[in-house]
């Protein structure tokens, strides 16, 4: 039999401070239950950045406070607007700051850096399009994400440096932002990039330096090609004619705007000029004239060639600029015969005096009249055959020529098929 032996467990000296220290604190705990809850004490959160730039305005925002805010800054920073518990704080240069609010009761700080700002460009723009062709001349201007110290130097660079670049001057009012230079297009056709040396951020951004380099213009010396296109050859008084120049690149106005001169038929007084715009492609421009007065004959649409360059500034060398569209204001008279076949039964011969007319083929009975060319949609059109039931049948018919004019609508009935 084997003896299970009673073991006596000696506590040591740590094991019994410890038991001593957590029967001190449920004693303590104990007490304060007994006199009412002990709280810490509650901070005012203050919510916004923890970084900001120089210059920048910020709101902050004293998060789940009531009542009164009462708001200070200290540091590289002043205090704007307030309102409720908003408040617009200013900061100044690099370095840090504080911001604290209290209400309520509570009061709360929140600590702020002020970091510098990269040497970098943040956009280049052209006062045009962008391309120059030889001898041609444009403004690029540069903006940079923070103020500098000096103004840059800027040389082309690369492969391809046919033109010049004139020295970087500071655009007025932009507090050493901005600067901008001439470029003048060279020979050739390529892309044009400049190294801007000795970029350096003003001391109270940070004083960031660095040596950046951009493209710009493209030099284009190539003349662009195209042609004038109208909407329709055909129309009459109160015609919306839509005049559409199309060229193989993107093209700009060479003055106030792209035109096309209108004479002839359809045109009140002569001539009539019909200003172009771009479209949602540069390559594409268009404008609209409405054929008045009821004459007839040709209009004639020219475009002028000497309002078109491209964006670089190329005159066009091979452009068709003509263009015509024949206006007719006379209903058309048409006519229109329905019989059997006399040699297969049934057989029905459709034959109009013209591929434009419309026919309408119902039952002598039906109580539907067509009033407009709308009720012939989906109907019949032109000459045609078709085999019929035996009946006597009714056919309506009309014709809308290729100007747009309506005939009148004609009915001829008793078109019998026999069995």
Same mark, same amino acid.
Not at 229 to 239: I, Y
Not at 340 to 364: C, F
Not at 395 to 400: Q, R, T
């Given at each position: ?63 789940? !406070? @009531? ?72 403004? %690029? ?16 660079? @690369?492969?391809?440096? !046919? ?31 400049? %190294? ?77 000029? %019909? ?11 268009? @404008?609209?004239?409405?054929? !008045? ?72 009975? /039906? ?40 005939? /009148? ?11």
């Amino acid at each position: 039999m084997i003896k299970l032996r009673q073991m006596k467990v000696r506590l040591g000296g740590l094991t019994k401070v410890i038991l001593s220290s957590a029967l001190l604190l449920l004693i303590a705990v104990a007490c304060d239950d007994d006199e009412g809850t002990n709280t810490i004490g509650e901070v005012l959160y203050i919510d916004g950045p923890a970084s900001v730039s120089p210059s920048s305005t910020v709101t902050f925002t004293a998060a789940e !406070a @009531g009542g009164t805010i009462s708001w200070t800054v200290t540091g590289n920073a002043t205090l704007g607007t307030t309102s409720g518990l908003d408040a617009e704080v200013t900061f100044g240069a690099v370095g840090t700051a504080t911001v604290s609010a209290t209400g309520s009761g509570l009061s709360g700080t929140r600590s702020i850096s002020v970091d510098g700002v990269a040497a970098e460009i943040s956009a280049v723009a052209f006062a045009t399009a962008g391309k120059i062709n030889n001898g041609g001349t444009d403004v %690029v201007t540069f903006t940079f994400a923070a103020p500098l110290a000096s103004v840059p130097t800027v040389a082309l660079t @690369g492969d391809f440096t !046919a033109g010049s670049i004139s020295a970087l001057t500071e655009v007025s009012g932009s507090n050493m932002t901005q600067f901008e230079a001439t470029v003048t297009g060279g020979t050739g056709n390529g892309q044009l990039n400049v %190294v801007l040396t000795g970029v350096a951020v003003s001391a109270d951004y940070g004083g960031a330096t660095a040596d950046l380099e951009a493209a710009i213009h493209e030099v284009d010396n190539v003349a662009p090609f195209g042609a004038l296109a109208v909407s329709s050859s055909d129309a009459n008084s109160g015609t919306a004619l839509t005049f559409t120049v199309t060229l193989n690149e993107g093209a700009r106005a060479n003055g106030a705007s792209m035109t096309v001169d209108l004479t002839g038929a359809g045109t009140e007084s002569t001539p009539i000029e %019909v200003a172009l715009t771009a479209t949602e492609d540069a390559a594409v421009w268009t @404008g609209t004239y409405t054929v !008045a007065g009821t004459d007839e004959g040709t209009l004639t649409a020219v475009l002028d060639a000497a309002t078109v360059v491209d964006m670089a500034g190329n005159a066009p060398t091979e452009l068709e600029v003509n263009g015509s569209v024949n206006i007719d204001n006379t209903a058309p008279v048409p006519t229109l015969t329905a019989s059997e076949d006399p040699a297969t039964t049934r057989l029905v011969k459709i034959t109009p005096s013209s591929e434009d007319v419309l026919w309408l083929w119902l039952p002598e009975n /039906s109580q539907f009249v067509p009033e407009t060319s709308s009720d012939f949609e989906g109907e019949g059109k032109g000459a045609s055959k078709f085999v019929a039931s035996p009946g006597t049948y009714k056919i309506y018919y009309m014709e809308v020529d290729a100007a747009g004019n309506s005939s /009148s609508i004609v009915l001829l009935e008793n078109i019998v098929v026999a069995e």
